[in-house]
Nanobody, 113 residues
Framework: QLQASGGGLVQAGGSLRLSCTVS????????MGWYRQAPGQERDLVAT???????NYADSVKGRFTISRDNAKNTVYLQMNSLKPEDTAVYFC?????????WGQGTQVTVSS
């Protein structure tokens, strides 16, 4: 199970940290990441972290967002800085397993201008 948290309402330029806590598996054994979906739009990839710790980001968030992992807490984080109104979306974490992709529930991020 993946439990996402940390969303909320923030002003433009502010920061939020999203958490995705995993139960029933180990974060260090799976590629994981975050997607986001704005109203009326498709779900877009935001950031990924592989089992060995390699990271990748969407161009729109490079330099502002950081994905990281705490193996002891079995949690993946998404640190979001310099937030913009266009970052407003529901954010979903995922974990790639041998049988497919496991999704967490979404957490709403709203950035006001």
């Amino acid at each position: 199970q993946l439990q996402a948290s940390g969303g909320g309402l923030v002003q433009a330029g502010g920061s939020l940290r999203l958490s995705c806590t995993v139960s029933g598996s180990t974060v260090s054994r799976n590629d994981m990441g975050w997607y986001r979906q704005a109203p009326g739009q498709e779900r877009d990839l935001v950031a990924t972290i592989t089992r060995v710790g390699n990271t990748n980001y969407a161009d729109s968030v490079k330099g502002r967002f950081t994905i990281s992992r705490d193996n002891a807490k079995n949690t993946v984080y998404l640190q979001m800085n310099s937030l913009k109104p266009e970052d407003t979306a529901v954010y979903f974490c995922y974990s790639d397993r041998f049988w497919g992709r496991k999704w967490g529930q979404g957490t709403q991020v709203t950035v006001s201008s």
